[in-house]
């Protein structure tokens, strides 16, 4: 029966294409513009680390000695990060600092290049399952001795050696060498998680948190050595005796993430914070003992707000416009429909039942969604190919992945369903004896 009433939907659809092609605009227009939006809403608010994130817990100590008892500053001061990172009570524990640091490389004749590094310790790497290409992470005994070691991202290696394995390998990192032991995989975390932070001061402005990972990445230690005093604070209680030299200033900027593989951890952890934060407190260090946080990694993102303000309203404008187009498809399906009254009388009066010619119409209004999902996907194929050529962080790896694709034919189909329920109904309800006396 399905097959003849799609039959029937096909025949229809051709006997009133100037119709049937504005349903199938409307439709497609709608589900272009709705699932553009969706998708960069799904792809700017998934889990960066599925299967891991649910272990990966970002702690804060309010360690102002100014602190009023609200939120605690997002990063820590460095004695205090360092305490908690070498107390070795988390499964892994990583510090994470950023600064720019001025690169040549030796080997080639590339002009210096300024550009972003990651300071963190060795357990980075495995905690956020980064991937190698080449080589591997440094060890803790480098942490320890302050090994003159790097890792590099694919595009720098890309730039600078076309590619190539450039494990051993030397770059100059401000006038100090260092090898490089390590380059990564393309790796695109979305958003740069373990670099979000401040998002609560962003007023939605959160583009930035899509940004691309950096492309050296040092221990930390060996950055204080050889890039000190090109550290920048995220806020100070005091002036800094000296700019960019932080590790004895009063000012807050290092960040410790740790993973704590079960619940017992957690809570270990949680209160290993509160004695440690009363020990500081009992030597006039901190004000308050009890202003803590442990935000489990999507608490984290969802706290900074990570999705960016813009692409929530265009989100719900899209929606708002896929309502529009469907009002209008339900308009178009009701004149549709009830111009072939007198049809429709003569197959109640040849024994039709209202549910048969209700579901006949419903397959027709189907037929239709399926038409106009296919525009869609095209229209939403367009759309998020003129994302990408915007000049915004997340702009290259906005795509349509499995899941948006087959999210794109089911709500069309819906749509389409939903708009063709009042009409169908309608229909459905037509007396065929007044319609017999018209014909």
Request: hydrophobic share 45%; with cysteine.
């Given at each position: 029966m399905?097959?003849?009433?799609v039959?029937?939907?096909?025949?229809?659809?051709?006997?009133?294409?100037?119709?049937?092609?504005?349903?199938?605009l409307?439709?497609?227009?709608?589900?272009?513009a709705?699932?553009?939006?969706?998708?960069?809403?799904h792809?700017?608010?998934?889990?960066?680390?599925?299967?891991r994130?649910?272990?990966?817990?970002?702690?804060?100590?309010?360690?102002?000695p100014?602190?009023?008892?609200?939120?605690?500053y997002?990063?820590m001061?460095?004695?205090?990060?360092?305490?908690?990172?070498?107390?070795?009570?988390?499964?892994?524990?990583?510090?994470?600092?950023n600064?720019?640091?001025?690169?040549?490389?030796?080997?080639?004749?590339?002009?210096p290049?300024?550009?972003p590094?990651?300071s963190?310790?060795?357990?980075?790497?495995?905690m956020?399952?980064?991937?190698?290409?080449?080589?591997?992470?440094?060890?803790?005994?480098?942490?320890?001795?302050?090994?003159?070691?790097?890792?590099?991202?694919?595009?720098?290696?890309?730039?600078?050696?076309?590619?190539?394995?450039?494990?051993?390998?030397?770059?100059?990192?401000?006038?100090?060498d260092?090898?490089?032991v390590?380059?990564?995989?393309?790796w695109?975390?979305?958003?740069?998680?373990?670099?979000?932070?401040?998002g609560?001061?962003?007023?939605?402005?959160t583009a930035?948190?899509?940004?691309?990972?950096?492309?050296?990445?040092?221990?930390?230690?060996?950055?204080l050595?050889i890039?000190d005093g090109?550290?920048?604070?995220?806020?100070?209680?005091g002036m800094?005796?000296?700019?960019?030299?932080?590790?004895?200033?009063?000012?807050?900027?290092?960040?410790?993430?740790?993973?704590?593989?079960?619940?017992?951890?957690v809570?270990a952890?949680?209160?290993?914070l509160?004695?440690?934060?009363?020990?500081?407190?009992a030597?006039?260090?901190?004000?308050?003992?009890?202003?803590?946080?442990?935000?489990?990694?999507m608490?984290?993102?969802?706290?900074?707000?990570v999705?960016?303000?813009?692409?929530?309203l265009?989100?719900?404008?899209?929606?708002?416009f896929?309502?529009?187009?469907?009002?209008?498809?339900?308009?178009?399906?009701l004149?549709?429909?009830?111009?072939?009254?007198?049809?429709?009388?003569?197959?109640r009066?040849?024994?039709?039942?209202?549910?048969?010619?209700?579901?006949?119409?419903?397959?027709?209004?189907g037929?239709?969604?399926?038409?106009?999902?296919v525009?869609?996907?095209?229209?939403?194929?367009?759309?998020?190919?003129?994302?990408?050529?915007?000049?915004?962080?997340?702009?290259d790896?906005?795509?349509?992945?499995?899941?948006?694709?087959?999210?794109?034919?089911?709500?069309?189909?819906?749509?389409?369903?939903?708009?063709?329920?009042?009409?169908?109904?309608?229909?459905?309800?037509?007396?065929p004896?007044?319609?017999?006396?018209v014909?």
């Amino acid at each position: 029966m399905l097959g003849y009433y799609v039959e029937l939907a096909l025949r229809n659809m051709k006997r009133s294409k100037m119709l049937t092609a504005l349903m199938v605009l409307a439709i497609a227009v709608g589900i272009g513009a709705s699932m553009t939006t969706l998708t960069v809403m799904h792809l700017l608010s998934g889990d960066p680390l599925p299967g891991r994130s649910q272990h990966l817990y970002y702690p804060q100590i309010d360690v102002s000695p100014e602190s009023k008892g609200r939120e605690p500053y997002d990063v820590m001061d460095y004695r205090t990060a360092v305490d908690l990172w070498r107390s070795h009570r988390a499964d892994r524990q990583a510090l994470v600092v950023n600064s720019p640091v001025k690169l040549e490389a030796p080997e080639t004749r590339l002009p210096p290049l300024m550009l972003p590094m990651l300071s963190t310790t060795t357990d980075f790497f495995a905690m956020f399952d980064v991937p190698f290409r080449y080589g591997h992470g440094w060890s803790a005994a480098d942490d320890a001795a302050r090994a003159r070691v790097a890792v590099i991202s694919s595009d720098l290696n890309e730039k600078l050696f076309a590619g190539g394995n450039s494990v051993g390998r030397t770059l100059r990192l401000r006038g100090k060498d260092v090898r490089i032991v390590g380059v990564l995989a393309p790796w695109r975390p979305s958003p740069l998680f373990y670099d979000v932070r401040g998002g609560r001061f962003a007023n939605g402005d959160t583009a930035e948190f899509y940004s691309r990972p950096e492309d050296v990445i040092t221990p930390l230690d060996t950055a204080l050595e050889i890039n000190d005093g090109n550290f920048q604070q995220f806020t100070c209680w005091g002036m800094p005796a000296t700019p960019g030299h932080l590790q004895n200033s009063p000012c807050v900027w290092v960040a410790l993430w740790v993973q704590l593989g079960d619940a017992a951890k957690v809570a270990a952890y949680r209160r290993y914070l509160d004695d440690y934060a009363a020990t500081q407190k009992a030597l006039g260090r901190i004000k308050l003992a009890d202003n803590n946080r442990m935000r489990s990694l999507m608490e984290w993102l969802d706290f900074n707000g990570v999705v960016p303000n813009d692409v929530k309203l265009q989100t719900m404008l899209a929606f708002a416009f896929l309502a529009i187009c469907l009002c209008n498809v339900v308009g178009l399906l009701l004149a549709k429909f009830l111009r072939r009254g007198g049809e429709i009388g003569l197959r109640r009066a040849l024994g039709a039942t209202r549910k048969t010619v209700f579901a006949q119409y419903l397959v027709e209004a189907g037929v239709i969604g399926i038409v106009g999902g296919v525009g869609g996907l095209l229209l939403t194929l367009l759309g998020l190919a003129l994302v990408r050529s915007q000049p915004v962080p997340y702009a290259d790896f906005i795509h349509l992945d499995t899941s948006m694709f087959l999210a794109t034919f089911a709500l069309s189909v819906g749509v389409s369903l939903v708009a063709g329920m009042l009409p169908a109904l309608r229909a459905s309800l037509v007396e065929p004896a007044l319609q017999l006396k018209v014909i």
